[in-house]
């Protein structure tokens, strides 16, 4: 057999498998032995049929499986042993017929298409920086953590009247033209939060309401969105009526929570073995847990901007027409040309990311390796027990937990994703240039929603 590569320019080339008489005698003449003991021909006994009879029988059709096969071989043995570093899979050239005829078999060959993976450089981009945003974690962030975690452990209670953090219990009623519940109208029950209502005039005209007082109110003025609303009036957002129905509203209850004390049943609350003792320890604590969750977030932050950085500013030239082609040949289903331009930039874009991932990884001989995996599964298994408030399992219970998800192919692709994600978090931590940029957190969360 003999492998040879043409090529045609930096991202197309050809390979030719020439396939003489030698390589695949043997191999057809032992594969119609095969079909010898096992082939129903009439008139012969199973196992004694002539091997001339079988040969003109299946005889073009096992030359064609080996020469597929052997064809098949070649072609990849060629790209292993010269390390060609290539696109999708090798397909049958469109404009080289195979050569050799199954009437006279002697010498054949088969060309085939390749598209080259191809160059380029995503050092440069690391080099010239991306912004690493950081959280100023000032004394007001601390006294807001605090006090969110004084409103989990706070004691909801029945109030006389409504105050500006309270939760308003009631019911709203359609009125009819004549500003009566309208019979069979909408009647719901619901729950208002004074703190988060998006009208100031309506909170302001809330307050000081009591239990049981009735009073026109438009719940668009108290919602968020038109979903909002809908759930409100417990209705499907196509249902909602229109903006000139009126409505009332009973007050039912009025729930006011009270903090929690900053004492030391909330300290044992939050940590344990006597951790803190103290109004001061708390504050600390807080502050260096918000510390390292802002660092957590500031990581995804900065390599989502490196992401984005190298997408658009590495430049890739891909073989299109060749995986236009690749993409034809490859499907399970016909597709059209049509199907195929309209995917085909994100399929680009996501092959862009697929290469300069590997190509890091591969520069930097990171790997993904069974055993790193597994201990990544299970701490995240222990992660999710935690957010519960929950023991983690013993060890056997926590190991066998984390084969089962990794035998499960979404869930595995789920966490190997994240496993690739964090390392490559770290590499641009250690290798990019970061501008370090120290943001309030409003305007942190503004950079992370954008």
């Known amino acids: 057999m003999h492998v040879t590569r043409q090529e045609i320019d930096a991202l197309n080339g050809l390979i030719t498998v020439e396939i003489d008489s030698s390589d695949y005698k043997d191999k057809v003449k032992s594969s119609l032995e095969k079909h010898r003991k096992t082939a129903k021909i009439p008139g012969f006994r199973p196992g004694h049929v002539p091997l001339g009879v079988v040969e003109k029988r299946f005889g073009k059709s096992v030359l064609a499986e080996v020469l597929n096969t052997l064809a098949n071989e070649g072609v990849y043995s060629f790209i292993q042993d010269n390390k ?26 088969f060309t085939f298409e390749i598209g080259m993976s191809p160059t380029f450089d995503y050092q440069t981009v690391l080099k010239n920086g991306v912004e690493y945003h950081t959280v100023r974690v000032d004394e007001k962030l601390v006294s807001q953590q605090i006090e969110d975690l004084q409103r989990r ?41 004074m703190e988060f209502l998006p009208d100031a005039d309506t909170k302001t005209s809330l307050i000081g309401r009591k239990k049981e007082d009735i009073f026109t109110l438009n719940p668009a003025l108290v919602s968020k969105d038109e979903a909002d609303k809908a759930s409100m009036l417990g209705v499907k957002p196509e249902e909602l009526p229109s903006e000139d129905v009126a409505f009332e509203f009973r007050i039912t209850d009025i729930k006011h929570l009270s903090l929690a004390a900053l004492d030391q049943e909330l300290f044992e609350k939050l940590f344990q073995d006597g951790e803190i003792t103290d109004e001061a320890g708390l504050r600390n604590r807080v502050q260096k847990d918000l510390e390292q969750m802002f660092e957590r977030d500031a990581d995804r932050l900065m390599t989502r901007k490196v992401y984005d950085r190298l997408m658009s500013d590495v430049s890739m030239d891909f073989p299109e027409a060749f995986l236009k082609r690749w993409i034809v040949a490859s499907a399970q289903k016909p597709i059209s040309e049509e199907e195929i331009n309209a995917e085909f930039q994100a399929y680009l874009n996501s092959l862009k990311w697929q290469l300069i991932q590997s190509k890091i990884f591969k520069d930097s001989n990171t790997q993904l390796v069974y055993d790193e995996v597994i201990a990544f599964t299970k701490a995240l298994i222990v992660n999710n027990y935690a957010q519960y408030g929950l023991p983690a399992p013993e060890e056997a219970e926590l190991e066998k937990s984390a084969k089962e998800l990794l035998a499960k192919k979404d869930q595995a692709n789920s966490i190997y994703d994240q496993l690739a994600e964090q390392k490559l978090t770290q590499y641009f931590k250690a290798n990019a240039s970061l501008k370090m940029k120290p943001l309030s957190y409003d305007d942190f969360v503004a950079e992370m929603k954008k």
């Not at 570093?85 to 060959?109: Q, R, V, Y």
């Not at 706070?154 to 409504?162: I, M, P």
């Not at 500006?164 to 109208?185: I, M, N, R, S, Y």
């Open 84 to 109: 060609l570093e290539i696109l999708g899979n090798p397909i049958p050239s469109n404009h080289h017929s195979m050569e050799g005829s199954f009437d006279a078999p002697s010498t054949f060959k």
């Open 153 to 193: 452990y706070g004691k909801l209670s029945s109030v006389e009247t409504v105050g500006e953090k309270d939760l308003v219990l009631g019911t709203f009623t359609e009125l009819d033209e004549q500003g009566a519940p309208k019979a069979g109208g909408i009647e719901h029950s619901t729950t208002l939060s």
